[in-house]
């Protein structure tokens, strides 16, 4: 969305006072606080202000641009004058008239979070943007039909009324200061006087979290050891029992001696098995090891093996059939002792009813939830954020009934958290509990989203920075690029980015906006106020379809994904390959306009392509790839109106721009057939420099 608020004519003096009125006015509606408004107001007044001494007068336009938060204000001051001379000093710092006007160009600059300038013979355009801050509401159309509202009717200020508000705002800034530097007196003696405690506390907090790494090496080596140590006796002793019971002839289901130390024996080994697993989940030493596999294999699987807890006849175990669930590609035997543990517990805490297990994909389809719900005692809400501690067990009558570890909980969640998913519970008590397991369909390794791995660089290649998160749109750009001179230089978030950007300097960006559930808006307007950083083309590729704010905020091209290799590719060849000319087919039967053309083209920037008539124009269109089509309205074979209805029609030549040469005054019918031209020049009034900025337009937009 790009709206227009308000438009101030330059003409007087008096005028630069408006615009800078209505800056601040405008800043303060939108959600500004006093110190941006401050900033804003300065700059436009500065630059309104030359556009008045060096150009006799303008225009400034004040705009909201983009449709999702954060929105832009964008400041446009255009005039038409002369020109800035030696421009890029300016920009640079190396110029400033008698003036001041290369150093209030400059200072504008840092005030902004964007600055753009286009300056010919023919006038200059200068555009500022300032993205909105993230608590300001969503401007949209009824928003801006209030502001517009608003802003027509209200009355400017006298000129005295400004500069009596430019001394409160300089006071202000003055008290601001002033108060600053006494705080920073005052920290810097506090700093002075706490930096020795500070240093001796950084070598005790050194040395404590030393010894708690080693305690806690100590601590998993011990339980690992001495599970590995315990389970040998315990084993033994199972064993022993079994033998013990045949040599005496005890019926199996007698409860005597032997069968309470074979049932003691087993309750330590499973606390000893869980012991072993906690340690080697805490050490790291756990392997996931993906493999694919059905979920109604997997339930067939807990049936048969969860079949003899089931003694209870007034308890039934129901597993729903699995529906619309595809093949999983994780570790399939943790997710059964998770799942397991779930249903053993039920089984135990469940005296009448049913435990019910079922499967299903969640809302996004990237994952699968198993759930095992039942109709047993139920779980305290206040003790529902404990049941997840280590040893810990909830009271309850059925409890002493039934023995548990207190460590099945804590392992599931830890075990669910190596598949890179969640475990969770609801329960009430009295009704019955639902413990759920949530695991991604695909297992994934952990990453780190601010590791940076950067490789060297093979011989002849150059090296796109990709900002990405998700790993299959890297694979896609991988594909697109393989073959190609573009090596790609991964990273996951934007502070990753920060940190290599300035390492590798890339030929070229490509930017996701939506990065671990933040947005990257920021960093490409970052990257365009930075110098360092300023000229590197940054293509936008991302699922939110904001393509003008992109483009406002400097990006070079903006897609909405998914996107196509071959644009790819092209595009990063138009905005990287510097010695790459534009090639310009010129349909023009008048040689001396041809001529024209190839002298005002005559660089190399450009290649120039020539037809003298409408067919030849056409064929060379498909055959010669052109960036772009200059074409005339009158031809010796054809119309120019035909040649560019059948150029829009035909695949291969419709997204060429065509920028119109003519001589001829156009009507409204024949500005309606040229509608989707890029632009209309006239033949008259024709320059080097209204030319060269009507391509370089045409083509900008091609790519973006």
């Known amino acids: 969305m790009s709206a227009v608020l308000l438009t101030v004519a330059v003409k007087y003096e008096d005028d630069v006072v408006s615009a800078r009125q209505r800056a601040r006015q405008i800043a303060a509606l939108v959600g500004f606080d006093v110190t941006e408004q401050t900033r804003i107001a300065t700059a436009v007044s500065e630059i309104a202000r030359n ?35 030696r421009l890029e000093d300016v920009l640079s710092g190396r110029y400033q008239s008698a003036t001041g006007m290369g150093l209030g160009i400059v200072g504008t600059r840092r005030l902004m979070d964007r600055f753009d300038i286009e300056s010919t013979s023919r006038g200059t355009v200068i555009t500022l943007g300032k993205m909105l801050p993230r608590r300001a509401r969503l401007v949209g159309p009824i928003e801006v039909a209030r502001l517009a509202e608003r802003l027509a009717s209200g009355t400017p200020t006298r000129p005295i009324d400004e500069v009596r508000q430019q001394n409160q705002e300089l006071l202000r800034t003055l008290e601001d200061l002033s108060s600053r530097q006494q705080e920073l007196v005052r920290l810097n003696r506090e700093l002075e006087d706490t930096n020795r405690g500070v240093v001796a506390l950084y070598a005790e907090l050194d040395e404590r979290a030393d010894h708690l790494r080693r305690a806690d090496e100590i601590k998993t080596r011990f339980l690992s050891n001495m599970t590995h ?26 409860k005597d001696e032997v069968y309470y130390i074979r049932h003691s024996a087993q309750q330590l080994s499973d ?41 209870n006849p007034s308890l039934a175990l129901v597993f729903d059939e699995p529906e619309d669930v595809p093949l999983l590609d994780t570790d399939e035997s943790k997710v059964s002792q998770v799942l397991r543990n779930f249903i053993s517990n039920a089984l135990k805490y469940t005296e009448r009813g049913d435990v019910r297990v079922s499967a299903r994909l969640t809302a996004d389809r990237t994952a699968v939830r198993f759930s095992v719900a039942d109709t047993g005692i139920g779980i305290p809400e206040h003790d529902l954020h404990r049941i ?55 297992y994934r390794a952990p990453v780190d989203p601010e590791e940076v791995r950067v490789q060297t660089l093979r011989d002849g290649q150059v090296a796109v920075l990709v900002v990405e998160d998700s790993d299959e749109d890297v694979l896609i750009y991988e594909r697109a690029l393989d073959g190609s001179r573009y090596q790609i230089v991964r990273v996951r978030s934007v502070g990753a980015a920060e940190r290599v950007v300035g390492s590798v300097m890339p030929a070229a960006i490509l930017l996701d906006i939506r990065l671990h ?47 196509d290799s071959r644009w790819l590719l092209r595009t990063l060849d138009m905005l990287t390959l510097k010695r790459r000319s534009v090639r310009v087919l010129t349909v023009e039967d008048e040689e001396a306009t041809r001529f024209i053309i190839r002298q005002m083209l005559n660089d190399r920037e450009h290649e120039v392509i020539e037809a003298e008539t409408g067919g030849d124009g056409l064929s060379r269109a498909k055959d010669q790839s052109p960036d772009v089509i200059l074409l005339d309205l009158r031809l010796t074979d054809m119309t120019g ?22 001589s001829q005054r156009l009507s409204d019918d024949d500005r309606r057939r040229l509608a989707h031209a890029d632009s209309v020049l006239s033949k008259a009034t024709l320059t080097r420099d209204s030319l060269r900025m009507a391509i370089a337009h045409a083509v900008h937009e091609k790519i973006a």
Not at 229 to 254: H, M
Not at 426 to 442: N, Q, Y
């Open 271 to 311: 606390i000893v098995n869980d012991l072993l697993d906690l340690a080697k989940v805490e050490a790291g030493k756990i392997e996931v090891r993906p493999a694919p596999f059905e979920v109604a294999g997997l339930f067939g699987a807990l049936r048969g093996m969860l079949r003899p807890l089931l003694v």
């Open 229 to 254: 140590e315990f389970r040998t006796p315990v084993n033994s002793i199972i064993a022993l029992t079994t033998l013990l019971a045949e040599r005496i002839g005890t019926p199996a289901d007698a």
């Open 641 to 662: 109106f035909d040649v560019f209805d059948r150029l829009q029609g035909d695949p291969m030549t419709a997204s060429v721009p065509v920028v119109v040469i003519t």
């Open 388 to 442: 997840f501690d280590e040893f810990v067990q909830v009271e309850n009558p059925l409890q002493r009934r039934v023995k548990g570890t207190g460590l099945g909980l804590p392992l599931s969640k830890r075990l669910a958290e190596l598949l890179g998913g969640s475990i969770g519970v609801e329960s009430e008590l009295g009704v019955g509990s639902t413990f759920t397991l949530t695991v991604p369909i695909i």
């Open 51 to 85: 556009a008045f001494v060096y150009a006799g007068g303008g225009r400034v336009e004040f705009q909201i641009e983009g449709m999702t938060a954060p929105q832009l204000l964008i400041v446009k001051v255009s005039d038409k004058g002369k020109g800035i001379a």
């Open 517 to 563: 559930g933040d947005d990257s808006w920021e960093y490409l307007a970052q990257l365009k106020r930075n110098p360092t950083t300023a000229h590197i083309p940054v293509i936008v590729v991302t699922t939110i379809d904001d393509r003008r704010k992109g483009l406002a905020l400097g990006a070079h091209a903006y897609r909405v994904k998914p996107i």
